[in-house]
């Protein structure tokens, strides 16, 4: 599934697997740090940031729930996910890629996937410096 905006460089989404896992934490750690600071202070970052090591939450994400993740040939631009159908579980744009485009294209595909499993809607539990594209 191919997806870009028309003034973006080529990326595509994919479906992620446990070999992304180490370049999505990279991603979550930089985006949190980056996007959050001016929402967040230090001690809330970094209490945020410390998901990364609970590895087996991250695994049974990656396997069990719609996980896309958005790539060029550089690497992981962002990455999201649609848990039990309806909620979006994550959705995180690689601090350089911001305002982009990337998770719009992430959100809309995470919400076509909500529809085809009939559902009437997406639950986006989002961060509030994070619904401003959405």
Known sequence: MK?????????????AGLSDLTAIHSLY?????????NDYDQL??????QG???IERWEQAIESQYFLVAENR???LGFGSLKEQ??????FTHK?????????QIYLQLEREAAENLNQGIDRGCQCNSTSFL
């Open 74 to 76: 550089s690497g992981i």
């Open 29 to 37: 750690v930089q985006t949190i740090e980056y996007a959050c600071k």
């Open 96 to 104: 350089d890629h911001l305002r982009k485009g990337v998770a719009a």
């Open 44 to 49: 809330q970052r970094n209490v945020w940031k």
């Open 3 to 15: 997806n870009q905006p028309s003034n973006a460089l080529s990326w595509n989404l994919r479906q």
């Open 86 to 91: 309806a909620h979006v579980d994550f959705l």
């Open 52 to 54: 990364i090591e609970n």
